[in-house]
């Protein structure tokens, strides 16, 4: 993140021209920080990493800078490995070698570890889990600083709801939404709101779809690692899921529709979601992707100090959409809007939560076994505690679940079926009643996959 800092602090100041000046970079950073000769490979591809590229060893500085002025998204793979670090890790035991949640295996192999890309989930527990920087994912703020700062693009910051506390236990959404104006955004969103939208179209076919005991429903709207999990490895269970797109995705497509030729950039915790927004059928939805980590980085080093600012708050999302970001808040607020749409129904919504990889893999296990289960509506999380435990955090689990319910609780909207927000988006679309949600084709379209 130091080096990230520098990158971002040298190229908003326009100090970052030519080949010239990454090169000044790298001394400066190797006296600044106590590096070594050695290390100048290092330091070259974390300035790479931070700029959205992909590494190259020691090899010298060629057309970054015209690559990022010319970029309009980050190229995968999201998650790099940095070759020659792994020469100095003498843990015989190294952390990387089982940080992989049973999926994609990360394993030492001469100098280093080999990333199977092709069955990596991008939940990013192995970049955490390296001490030495050997592994990284790309971060996607430099190629965004040129739209912030043209006066004729218009760019939104669209928040996940694990947001909340994440920069101070006083730091309003208010204060943040302040800072993002500052750094050249027109406005911040809640991505809750959307989460709104989508609990109502997940209620509707739960109720279509789940009409008997033997009937189950796998929610997808949510965790791109628990979706990917099932599609990758579970074909049969993929059929139980409908083709809902995740909160992120909704807000930007929402957003787009609604103000014409704009930039939308997701903020949360999650590494995966620079993946999702990267997919094939959802490229050209999100624009970038930044975590909370990398936004703490960014106002640091540009001076953007939150508890000086003014706040300007606005409630958009309801309890029920912002509680989207621990474990459990998908099944409450589509159970909230099920029990609305269908308070004497003979099948309630029965939920099975479960989160972390491991406990995914088990509970898909079961249900392709076939076993008795005594619930109809299976809701995963990748992360331990769901959103606010991903691997770009800034605060721990348990005060980050906290905080979430308290601000869910400060709502004076109670469910997503109580929100005037999400009617005054769909009368745009000639929704006037939340039951034409399922009927509309254009909003069918916004909100499912192809």
């Known amino acids: 993140m130091r080096i990230f800092g520098e990158v971002v602090k040298a190229y908003w100041d326009g100090k970052m021209k030519d080949i010239k000046d990454l090169n000044e970079l790298v001394k400066k950073v190797k006296e600044k920080y106590d590096f070594?000769?050695?290390?100048?490979?290092?330091?070259?591809?974390?300035?790479?990493?931070?700029?959205?590229?992909?590494?190259?060893?020691?090899?010298?500085?060629?057309?970054?800078?015209?690559?990022?002025?010319?970029?309009?998204?980050?190229?995968?793979?999201?998650?790099?490995?940095?070759?020659?670090?792994c020469e100095y890790c003498d843990d015989e035991d190294c952390k990387c070698v089982d940080s992989c949640k049973y999926e994609a295996h990360i394993y030492r192999r001469g100098k280093g570890p080999i990333i199977e890309n092709n069955k990596c989930l991008s939940c990013g527990e192995c970049v955490t889990k390296c001490d030495f920087g050997a592994l990284a994912d790309k971060i996607e703020f430099i190629p965004l600083i040129d739209f912030l700062k043209d006066e004729n693009t218009i760019v939104y910051a669209a928040v996940a709801p694990s947001i909340v506390g994440q920069f101070g236990n006083d730091i309003t959404m208010g204060q943040i939404r302040t800072a993002f104006k500052i750094l050249g955004f027109k406005d911040m969103v809640e991505v809750a709101l959307f989460a709104d939208i989508l609990t109502i179209k997940e209620a509707f076919e739960f109720v279509k779809l789940v009409r008997e005991e033997k009937d189950f429903y796998l929610t997808s709207c949510c965790c791109p690692v628990w979706f990917n999990l099932v599609k990758k490895n579970y074909p049969k269970l993929f059929e139980h899921m409908p083709p809902s797109i995740s909160p992120m995705i909704a807000s930007s497509r929402f957003l787009k529709r609604l103000y014409k030729d704009i930039k939308v950039v997701f903020i949360s915790p999650c590494i995966a979601k620079k993946a999702e927004a990267k997919e094939p059928n959802l490229r050209k939805d999100i624009d970038f992707v930044l975590t909370f980590r990398e936004l703490r980085e960014i106002f640091e080093i540009l001076n953007i100090n939150l508890k000086e600012l003014p706040s300007d708050d606005k409630d958009q999302a309801s309890f029920g959409g912002r509680v989207y970001a621990r474990t459990g808040g998908v099944s409450f607020s589509v159970k909230t809007v099920v029990n609305r749409l269908e308070p004497r129904r003979l099948i309630k919504l029965k939920a099975k939560k479960v989160d972390g990889v491991k406990s995914c893999k088990?509970?898909?296990?079961?249900?392709?076994?076939?076993?008795?289960?005594?619930?109809?509506?299976?809701?995963?999380?990748?992360?331990?505690?769901?959103?606010?435990?991903?691997?770009?955090?800034?605060?721990d689990v348990e005060k980050a679940t906290k905080l979430v319910n308290e601000f869910g609780e400060d709502s004076l909207i109670m469910t997503p079926?109580?929100?005037?927000?999400?009617?005054?988006?769909?009368?745009?679309?000639?929704?006037?009643?939340?039951?034409?949600?399922?009927?509309?084709?254009?909003?069918?379209?916004?909100?499912?996959r192809e």
């Open 36 to 85: 070594q000769d050695k290390d100048i490979p290092f330091i070259k591809d974390h300035i790479r990493i931070a700029m959205g590229l992909n590494p190259k060893g020691d090899k010298d500085f060629q057309d970054e800078l015209s690559i990022v002025k010319n970029s309009k998204e980050i190229k995968e793979p999201i998650v790099a490995k940095i070759d020659g670090v």
């Open 362 to 395: 088990q509970i898909l296990d079961e249900l392709s076994l076939q076993k008795d289960i005594d619930y109809n509506f299976v809701e995963g999380m990748g992360c331990n505690g769901g959103c606010v435990g991903g691997p770009r955090t800034n605060i």
């Open 417 to 448: 079926f109580d929100n005037a927000n999400v009617m005054k988006i769909l009368r745009q679309f000639g929704i006037r009643k939340i039951e034409e949600i399922s009927e509309n084709n254009e909003v069918s379209k916004l909100l499912n």
